[in-house]
């Protein structure tokens, strides 16, 4: 049996409240809102939307996405539970992309005037939101390295690897593990064509290091397949 990774229902303690005092966390756990459900396909907020809350994922999986001026959508990250959403409107107040639900899942809600207030009394719960959004812009510029300087296999291996390793935190199999987004979902995201994910599923297969059957994952050599992409296996997606 796996070992859930949310042990209970104040699921944003999973990244902010470490070095916490006690006080800290039950003020964090106040500024939470009551759980809401998102339904498959649904958006949590939209591109352009007014920043109002930030979203702690209690369950379930999300794909963000923004859209072109031509009306072009782009894949630009997945997130699952125990990861927020939101943190892309701090700087401008407005969402830069959509949040919408691959899978039925539940979210909770935090102010973020009143999380930036509580920062303020509490250091340690202001270091660690500087810490996230740190990852976030070294996501961000990964992505980008990853564009440049990898082919479509690597892209392809990498982005496995990434899932398998936030799978692995979460107690999950980090060798076999189903893929909540569609292929053309992963073309988007890593910038290539759909026929170009298939022949990159089929030389991993080729390889023996890993096997895609419809949305089933197994990483048939993971060492190898780490090989394959050696700088890039522990960055997030």
């Not at 042990?7 to 902010?16: A, G, I, K, R």
């Not at 990250?77 to 959403?85: I, R, S």
């Not at 089929?202 to 394959?228: F, Q, Y």
Request: net charge positive; aromatic share 8%.
């Amino acid at each position: 049996m796996f070992r859930s990774y949310v042990t209970n229902d104040n699921v944003v303690e999973l990244c902010l409240t470490l070095g916490l005092c006690s006080e800290g966390i039950t003020q964090l756990n106040s500024l939470m809102t009551p759980r809401k459900g998102v339904k498959k396909g649904e958006s949590l907020f939209n591109q352009g939307e007014r920043l109002e809350s930030l979203y702690a994922i209690r369950s379930g999986f999300f794909k963000t996405t923004m859209t072109t001026k031509e009306g072009k959508e782009q894949v630009s990250g997945f997130q699952m539970m125990g990861e927020m959403l939101g943190m892309d409107a701090i700087s401008t107040e407005h969402h830069t992309s959509s949040a919408i639900a691959l899978v039925d899942s539940v979210v909770y809600g935090v102010d973020f005037s009143q999380l930036q207030q509580l920062g303020r009394e509490f250091p340690a719960l202001q270091r660690n939101f500087m810490k996230l959004m740190s990852d976030e812009i070294v996501h961000s510029r990964t992505v980008l390295l990853m564009m440049g300087t990898m082919n479509s296999d690597e892209r392809l291996a990498a982005f496995l690897l990434n899932l398998s390793g936030r799978f692995a935190l979460r107690g999950y199999s980090p060798i076999s593990f189903i893929l909540r987004m569609r292929r053309e979902d992963i073309a988007s995201y890593l910038g290539l064509r759909m026929e170009t994910i298939c022949r990159a599923v089929t030389r991993l297969r080729e390889m023996s290091l890993a096997n895609l059957s419809g949305r089933d994952v197994e990483i048939v050599n993971l060492p190898g397949l780490k090989d394959h992409v050696a700088g890039f296996s522990r960055q997030r997606v």
